[in-house]
């Protein structure tokens, strides 16, 4: 298994404060990226990195910001989390992003409740 | 832009018997194809994936996938399964690579969830 740790694993939270998930690697790939999965939708990418301090906005970005200050850890905030974030999240990376000869490999997720 | 759609959100069966999970995709350039499978409360691990060539894929636990591009389809099957096959399986696409400012995005479908029963 790819070395990708999620943490935490678990969290509930209320409306209105900041959330922070960490995506934490051991494989020194270049390509990081967070998606969440909601039923009827499958994953959706939030933001992605593509070196330490380049990321770029994926598809549901709003109310998601990220940091990539070192290569193994990639960083989601909920800036003012909202019970529409209540969602389980996912990292994945990837050392390439060609997909002829690398694969995305994926964390065990962060379920995150927002009361 | 890209989209996928797995045109089943649930499919039972029983054990030994055969299954096809479909999907679509939409696109207005060349992809990649993939098909990713989740286990219960586990991350997302990759069954098979479409690249070019051939268009009858082999992957792990004993899966293929056959991509057709008029049709636009890229069905995953196996003809006998088993109680442990039993998951949420997503399809997804990529844009080919082509240097630059490809990220490897990619976009999923919203999953089919396939129940074997005994």
């Known amino acids: 298994d790819a070395g990708i740790t999620q943490s935490p694993r678990h969290k509930v939270t209320e409306t209105g404060t900041p959330v922070t998930l960490r995506c934490h690697q051991t494989e020194n790939h270049r390509y990081m990226y967070w998606y969440r999965q909601d039923p009827g939708h499958g994953l959706r990418l939030i933001h992605y990195s593509y070196g330490v301090k380049d990321t770029d906005k994926g598809e549901v970005s709003d109310g998601y910001s990220v940091s990539r200050s070192k290569t193994e850890d990639f960083l989601l905030t909920l800036e003012s989390a909202t019970s529409s974030q209540t969602s389980v999240y996912f990292c994945?990376?990837?050392?390439?992003?060609?997909?002829?000869?690398?694969?995305?490999?994926f964390g065990p997720g962060t379920r995150l409740t927002v009361l | 832009a890209q989209s996928v759609t797995q045109l089943d959100s649930q499919v039972p069966v029983f054990e030994e018997a055969p299954v096809e999970l479909r999907c679509n995709y939409s696109s207005s350039v060349s992809v990649y194809l993939f098909w990713y499978v989740q286990y219960p409360n586990q991350g997302l691990q990759l069954l098979l994936k479409?690249?070019?060539?051939?268009?009858l894929v082999k992957g792990i636990n004993g899966f293929e996938a056959e991509f057709n591009k008029s049709q636009t389809s890229f069905h995953l099957r196996k003809p006998s399964v088993h109680i442990s096959d039993t998951a949420e399986y997503f399809c997804?696409?990529?844009?080919?690579?082509?240097?630059?400012?490809?990220?490897?995005?990619?976009?999923f479908g919203q999953g089919t969830i396939l129940t074997v029963h005994p």
């Open positions: 479409y690249l070019s060539g051939s268009t």
């Open positions: 997804a696409v990529s844009d080919r690579y082509a240097g630059g400012t490809s990220y490897g995005k990619l976009t």
């Open positions: 994945a990376i990837s050392e390439s992003p060609d997909a002829s000869t690398d694969t995305q490999y």
